[in-house]
């Protein structure tokens, strides 16, 4: 499963709690789906997430995304102008969609890639949140990645047998496609659920005692930091 | 049987969680790339995301479980506006209830349940009702003014109906291919 490993692996430079995480992921969310109407606003946002990524070592990955977003803004500015009709409709379109929800992603990248399921925890128990929501969401947030992990293995192992999934499938035969999707999928959800509630089980996640946590999970200046930018982005956005 | 949520459920249910907004939003990125077909999404997403609701309540049948699905899925949808947040846990309650009067156990009140739930992506829609034009503003942002035209035409106040129609329907064909693929798949290797 590697779901502790994961997040050990990439010790950020400056520990940042879970809390101001989604903080940061709900105002990227909320500011961009209300549409930051300034470019320098997006930017200034951008860059922000970007040096919080590199704080957590996600350093290939947010090389990766700084390209994408610069090539979608000159895109933007400089070459859909340049076309009229159709065209540029749809450059403009691919541009500005895929650049909107970059933040998001990245902020959501940032809470799973760097935060390990027991912090999130002990985070939420701080929050003095029930069980019934606090488990759940901590393991959604955690397989996330999972998913796509088994996609693609999913995939390799269709590829060996001759089983193409692509657009034209999805349109010729979309109930047998649907079936070679889920199918598997949903084998190997079943399986993981089984043996991450076996794994938690020993853990002591099951008792109804309080559990105790070696991480300690407190704000720290870096915290303070990131939830005033976000609450400063977020009413920028309402005024707007 | 014990009708209460173990740690054990806990875990599932956000498995399945993030399967069923995985499997929704690429259903919905896919077919919204044209206006026509982005008002149908609460149909296909209905249709597709059947099968692992089904795989889910067949796994956990148990009092409370949908409504923290729908919470999970609200969280999500709430990105839009906080209105469809609070419609998807309503969405949720009621498909917990019809569940509910089948004893947990009923495929009948199971499907009943989903038809329910597939409403819940509806939601982004319910800012038609109530605030068109910054719905339109939110289109413009993503996908350029020519496609908010189109959609505009498309959404007169009355079509949110329609929507929950469609997702009704979409939510009964899902669960019937639901059932059906976990008879085939599911039920032969032991899971459910």
């Known amino acids: 499963m590697g779901d502790a490993s994961f997040g050990f692996s990439n010790r950020p430079f400056i520990w940042m709690d879970p809390r101001s995480k989604i903080v940061l992921f709900i105002a990227s ?51 859909a102008s340049m076309f009229s009709g159709t065209l540029g409709v749809l450059l403009l379109t691919v541009s500005r969609v895929f650049r909107i929800f970059l933040p998001i992603v990245m902020s959501l990248t940032l809470i799973v890639r760097t935060t390990t399921v027991s912090e999130f925890i002990a985070a939420f128990e701080k929050m003095h949140i029930t069980k019934k929501i606090v488990i759940p969401f901590s393991v959604m947030f955690r397989f996330f990645p999972t998913i796509k992990e088994q996609w693609v293995s999913i995939q390799n192992a269709m590829k060996f047998r001759g089983i193409h999934i692509s657009i034209r499938t999805v349109v010729c035969q979309p109930m047998l496609t649907m079936e070679y999707v889920m199918v598997p999928l949903l084998m190997s959800a079943v399986k993981i659920s089984d043996e991450l509630s076996a794994a938690s089980l020993s853990r002591g996640l099951g008792g109804d005692k309080k559990r105790s946590c070696i991480t300690k999970v407190v704000f720290g200046y870096l915290d303070y930091f990131v939830v005033l930018i976000s609450i400063g982005f977020m009413a920028y956005s309402m005024m707007n | ?60 049948p148990k009092r409370g479980a949908i409504l923290i699905l729908s919470i999970l899925v609200g969280l999500v949808i709430l990105s839009g506006t906080w ?110």
């Not at chain 2, 007169?156 to 997702?167: D, K, N, T």
């Not at chain 2, 085939?184 to 899971?191: I, L, N, Q, R, S």
Request: aromatic share 14%; glycine share 8%.
């Open chain 2, 83 to 192: 209105i469809s947040g609070v419609y998807a846990v309503i969405c949720g309650i009621i498909a917990e209830i019809l569940f509910g009067m089948g004893n947990y156990k009923s495929m009948k009140f199971a499907t009943a349940s989903f038809c329910a739930f597939a409403c819940t992506t509806v939601g982004p829609f319910l800012a038609i009702l109530i605030a068109k034009d910054s719905f339109l503003a939110s289109v413009v942002q993503y996908y350029g003014q020519e496609y908010a035209d189109k959609l505009d035409a498309l959404t007169p106040s009355w079509i949110i109906l329609v929507l929950i129609a469609l997702g009704i329907i979409g939510g009964f064909i899902g669960a019937t291919i639901g059932k059906k693929i976990l008879k085939k798949h599911f039920e032969k290797a032991g899971v459910v």
């Open chain 1, 29 to 79: 969310s909320f500011t961009l789906m209300r549409g930051i109407s300034k470019v320098v606003s997006e930017i200034i946002f951008f860059v922000f997430i970007s040096l919080l990524l590199f704080n957590g070592k996600q350093i290939n990955y947010t090389i990766k995304m700084i390209v994408t977003f610069a090539i979608m803004m000159y895109v933007d500015i400089n070459v």
């Open chain 2, 1 to 60: 049987m014990d009708n209460k949520l173990k740690t054990k459920d806990l875990i599932s249910a956000g498995i399945f969680g993030a399967m069923y907004i995985i499997v929704m939003v690429a259903t919905v990125t896919v077919v919204g790339f044209i206006p026509i077909t982005y008002i149908f999404a609460p149909f296909f997403a209905g249709i597709t995301c059947g099968t692992v609701y089904m795989l889910y309540i067949m796994k956990v």
